[in-house]
């Protein structure tokens, strides 16, 4: 972001104009409110922003979002395969933190 944008965000800052980021989760969306400095940190990459904000990487915040916000069981089927059923109580996280931490977790087959 250039120098004058940055500055136009301080002003408007300074002058009780505030500033958020809304984000997919599930049912609906997330909002984030933003300094004028977390603005420009924004603007410049949002994913890794909302990662670093929610405090795991920028892969895991990702792999949250194309996870559909669910734990897949960690276990395999009698054929060798992945399961593919959701961990109890994980099927719909609603951050990704919690997401993250859920990994590793089985279904109640594998349970």
Not at 48 to 61: I, K, N, P, Q, T
Request: proline share 5%; aromatic share 10%.
């Amino acid at each position: 972001m250039d120098i004058h944008a940055a500055e136009v965000i301080k002003d408007l800052a300074s002058k009780d104009i505030g500033f958020y980021a809304s984000h997919d989760i599930p049912g609906g969306q997330a909002t984030v409110h933003l300094t004028a400095q977390q603005v420009l940190e924004y603007a410049a990459d949002p994913v890794s922003y909302l990662a670093a904000h929610y405090g795991v990487s920028r892969e895991d915040y990702l792999e949250w979002h194309q996870s559909g916000y669910r734990v897949v069981c960690c276990g395999f089927t009698k054929a060798g395969k992945p399961c593919k059923a959701t961990v109890p109580s994980l099927s719909f996280v609603g951050d990704p933190k919690t997401w993250v931490q859920g990994q590793g977790g089985r279904c109640t087959t594998h349970g």
